[in-house]
């Protein structure tokens, strides 16, 4: 049972433009999310992240956003760069102390020039 | 530097033979995880470990072990690999402030 679910495997946008990447869990007991970024035959590198008191969070270009009603979460990227060419897997905890962080299967992201 | 490293990065061998797979960090971090990433399934967790000698399964933890026996090295212990272990596996950890984990640059494990 996939409890956190990125239902687009891939994803293309022109560079400059908006990128969205969206995520829906189903355990109303996380209460931690991130996002992480993989390139190839590299580990994945975290990116951002939110907790489930707050409904936003910006750090520079990437902005995470929760809407826990929907049990839904979803990552901006404005504007995005070729370097943002990556998967990005949305990740999420329950219980701080408790380790148990389940990941989404990831969105290949693709930055057209 | 800060850094997550695992060893080897790369490995074939055959049914059966046990082998490990080494994760140690420099961090001082009191977490550490294991997970595999197969296609279409993400990463998923495999063993975690919350301080010194304590350690607890994730969601796949059939056919592996792990130790934590010093706070910076956990090691991945796989007895008696199998076919369906031939996965990419990943060493994280992060420390007891925060939550956000440092992963490893992989390894890339093919059973025959």
């Known amino acids: 049972d996939q409890q956190v679910k990125q239902n687009s495997p891939s994803l293309s946008v022109q560079e400059g433009r908006i990128s969205i990447l969206n995520c829906d869990y189903t355990n109303s007991m996380f209460d931690y999310f991130l996002w992480y970024k993989k390139y190839p035959a590299e580990g994945p590198t975290f990116l951002i992240s939110?907790?489930?008191?707050?409904d936003k969070n910006e750090d520079g270009r990437f902005t995470v956003f929760l809407n826990k009603s929907a049990k839904h979460l979803s990552l901006h990227i404005v504007p995005s760069q070729p370097g943002d060419s990556a998967v990005y897997f949305c990740a999420a905890l329950s219980n701080f102390g408790n380790e148990k962080l389940t990941f989404g299967t990831g969105t290949r992201l693709t930055i057209i020039p | 530097e800060a850094q997550v490293t695992q060893n080897p990065r790369y490995l074939i061998t055959v049914t059966g033979k046990k082998l490990t797979v080494t994760c140690s960090q420099n961090m001082n971090h009191e977490y550490m995880s294991w997970y595999r990433q197969d296609p279409g399934l993400g990463l998923r967790q495999i063993y975690y470990s919350m301080n010194v000698e304590v350690t607890d399964k994730g969601d796949v933890p059939e056919g592996y072990k792990v130790s934590r026996k010093e706070k910076r090295n956990f090691p991945l212990i796989l007895e008696s690999p199998s076919p369906n272990q031939t996965s990419l596996y990943f060493c994280?950890?992060?420390?007891?402030?925060?939550?956000?984990?440092?992963f490893g640059p992989g390894t890339r494990l093919t059973v025959t």
């Open positions: 994280a950890s992060r420390s007891g402030s925060g939550y956000e984990q440092y």
């Open positions: 939110i907790s489930s008191i707050k």
